[in-house]
């Protein structure tokens, strides 16, 4: 998609870039075409779908980086300390906690930005460990986010 081989991608350029993209190739601009190009449209939009997919959303996008980088990390991982899963639990209390204060579901969405951060160092090995977690914190931001928007919350 033309967007550079970073996890610090742009919502807005990854938009811009699958908005150019998509009207270049979506297959109803090939519906006069022959059936090789009708094909070929088809499966550079469902390609195009994919790559946008996978570069909105910050855990599929480190997987992602991760493989380009020749690491997969397999769906049975269970090499979690128990330390983490601890402070899993406690953050997941902390949301419970926090489901009507501002301030609270904030601070709680900043640490858990955190994580993100360390994808800037470039450091693969940290990366993989880091994204193990990640796919435990997802759920965690997917809960903030479904705060934020109930209360209203804009940032």
Do not use: C, W
Not at 83 to 105: G, P, S, T, V, Y
């Amino acid at each position: 998609m033309a967007i550079s081989k970073s996890y610090d991608v742009t919502f807005l350029d990854v938009q811009k870039k699958y908005k150019e993209l998509q009207k270049q190739l979506h297959p109803d601009k090939f519906s006069n075409k022959s059936e090789k190009e009708k094909q070929l449209s088809e499966t550079l939009s469902s390609l195009v779908n994919e790559a946008y997919s996978t570069l909105i959303h910050p855990l599929k996008r480190g997987l992602y980086m991760l493989k380009l980088n020749g690491i997969t990390i397999s769906e049975g991982t269970d090499n979690v300390d128990p330390e983490f899963l601890m402070e899993l639990m406690e953050k997941n209390e902390e949301i419970d906690d926090a489901e009507d204060n501002e301030e609270k579901i904030n601070k709680l969405v900043q640490d858990n930005q955190e994580i993100a951060n360390a994808f800037r160092q470039n450091d693969i090995k940290k990366a993989e460990a880091l994204l193990i977690r990640m796919k435990y914190y997802d759920t965690i931001n997917n809960r903030l986010k479904k705060l934020k928007h109930d209360l209203g919350i804009i940032e």
